[in-house]
């Protein structure tokens, strides 16, 4: 079965009854339809109050997720393929995901290089995996805001094997 | 592991009291409290206590039965108390008929992964159980016994922590709350090839 890696954002839980408020991985939202294709996914938090996540399903539910808003399919499905033969404007926007993710342009520099055609997706992922923050809640604006301690993320290569083809 | 595999902590069989339940409770959001021999909420919003005789884990479990099945209730484990207030809980979403595993951060509740669909009854008993990085959901529907209906994998929070129970609203039940450290058997395999040198 078809897989797919996808960067997605957190989403704010309304009505859940639970005792705080809550905040889930969007791609939740589409459990069923995955579920239903006798699909699996899995994710992992990263910066920027994202996450990363694998998913098995048909190549027509990919394709849904492929188009919901908010959702960026990644351009490689597997951890070891190279990014060598990725488009100038593809590996930018995996820059700039990266830097509106919160990493620094020195960071990206120093771990990733000039050319992100000379990694994997793995680098790229494990990259995005360095750290997360924890989450807070503003009761007066009743908001989330993802910008405290720096905590670890699980790693992909986790969720990669979670999630077999 | 099996699951659970430490006793039950408290089952409720004595006079009306509380909230807390008894001496052994405190309250955290509202209460709980002893109603005709089971636990109940004390409020028509959340009400969660904690276990106050102990803290357990790392490794731990916790778990209950749903007596009265109404909007939710659930359970947390390795939990640190307000102002703080990090852990992982399990929530019965008992009016959608889902469990969800949750890691608790500052007191805001992030969901790890899918939901878990579980129609729910009178007497179904819930569970979590933390071992290193795996969290997992427990279910009991008195048919088959405990099984296992769901894990994740986070490492933010590995300590030992408070059990907290709670119960949405005033119609729901709980009954029979256990939980405790789990000790983890050695690897019997690496035992044995250090008998061997």
Redesign the interface.
Known sequence: MPIGWYIVP?VR?IG??????????A??IY?DTI?SAGGW???T?VLGNRAIAKVRATTTVLTTLNGVAGFKRLPKDRLDDSLADLPLAVKQALKDELLDMGYTGTEIQDRLGEDLGAHTLRDVLKFMTTRRL????DSGEDE?IVD?AI??C?SVE?VDL?VVE | MPFPTTPILDNFNRGDEGPPPSASWTDVVNGLEVNTNECAGDTVGTNRSYWNIRTFGGNCEGYYTISVHDVGSGIYARQTLPPMDDGYFVNASEWQDKVMIYRNDNGVDTKLGADINQVFANGDKVGIQCIGSSISAWFDDGGAGWGSIGTRTDDTYSAAGSLILYIEAQTGRADDFGGGTIRVPRNPAAYNTLAVY
Not at chain 1, 134 to 137: E, I, V
């Open positions: 957190y839980e859940s009854y639970l005792p705080g408020p809550s905040r889930q991985c791609m939740n459990t579920y996914w899995a994710e938090e924890k989450p807070r809640y989330i405290g905590q670890l699980r986790s979670e």
